[in-house]
């Protein structure tokens, strides 16, 4: 028997002054609502109410248990029109890890765009290019990008990645536009320090078992201080055109073998749970869906180029 439905029947019967007024107040029959009394009575081990056949009345401990039970049915019942609330206008603070360069380009407008819409949401955003653990560490959503492995967690995709190698006209110049996987052994690449077995294709695993004539001396973990080196003429990188597109459109950077280029990972919207998902949540993940487009806008004028060069 549930405590709070039992605890609603003697609310009721004491309110309306008999079982069969209480019962049509709950829409339950009257032999249902004395049965709730009646187990509610033993669990407490004690009586509340004196019945006679023309008439009801509280015990001493059933009336301080009514005042109790008043109070406690009030605060679930607003504690259920609050969250219905959230549910319907989603409100409260909503914490997002985020790719530290993708957060960087392609965040800033999509969250001033979302809380215009949804202005009693208040967003934490957190970026980091590690792997969060959105449960024990608290956040609602994390973005990740890759090809994602199975887990307990729920991902949505948002857009597709396209990863590509490119290098700065003036490098290709000096040390020559390579033709062939081979050519680029002659090269440098500069290395991503979280890129791996993720990001699949020819190129990659090429750049991964090959020893280079011209080691590579420069790693990072950020892509964007990769991309500003290969533009300052330091050698090739293998890196995401929501980071590389800008420098693509504008000549800084070319890209080198396309008929090579890497299977498109994804963006990831990734949560803890499908059922009862917080308004907030579901809200932030549909916005963001068709948000970036598709294909994403940062891959548009590149898609234009290509075609015009063809």
Not at 97 to 115: E, G, N, T, Y
Not at 266 to 287: M, N, Q, T
């Amino acid at each position: 028997m549930d405590r709070i439905d039992a605890m609603r029947a003697f609310v009721a019967v004491v309110t309306e002054g008999s079982f069969s007024k209480a019962a049509i107040t709950m829409q339950l029959s009257p032999q249902l609502v004395s049965k709730y009394v009646a187990r509610l009575e033993e669990q407490l081990h004690t009586r509340l109410l004196n019945r006679t056949t023309r008439k009801v009345s509280l015990t001493e401990a059933g009336s301080q248990y009514f005042t109790h039970a008043q109070h406690i049915l009030s605060s679930i019942d607003e504690m259920a029109a609050q969250l219905g609330g959230l549910q319907q206008h989603p409100k409260g603070v909503l914490r997002i890890s985020a790719p530290v360069s993708f957060a960087l380009k392609h965040m800033a407008r999509l969250i001033a765009d979302f809380q215009e819409k949804y202005p009693s949401v208040t967003v934490d955003l957190q970026l980091s290019d590690r792997k969060v653990d959105i449960v024990e560490e608290g956040f609602d959503i994390a973005l990740r990008i890759g090809q994602l492995e199975s887990s307990s967690l729920i991902a949505k995709q948002i857009a597709p990645i396209r990863v590509v190698l490119c290098a700065s006209p003036e490098y290709l110049k000096i040390h020559g536009l390579p033709k062939q996987l081979e050519d680029l052994e002659a090269l440098r690449y500069l290395h991503y320090s979280y890129m791996n077995v993720e990001t699949q294709g020819q190129i990659y695993k090429y750049l991964k078992t090959k020893h280079f004539k011209e080691r590579s001396v420069f790693h990072s973990n950020n892509g964007d201080v990769l991309v500003e080196a290969a533009i300052a003429g330091a050698g090739l990188i293998l890196q995401p055109t929501f980071i590389t597109s800008e420098a693509l459109n504008t000549g800084k950077l070319v890209i080198v073998l396309p008929e090579y280029e890497p299977n498109p990972l994804g963006l990831y919207a990734v949560y803890a749970h499908r059922k009862l998902l917080p308004h907030k949540v579901r809200c932030f993940i549909d916005f963001m869906t068709d948000y970036y487009g598709t294909p994403p806008y940062w891959d548009e004028q590149i898609v234009r180029k290509s075609v015009a060069n063809s």
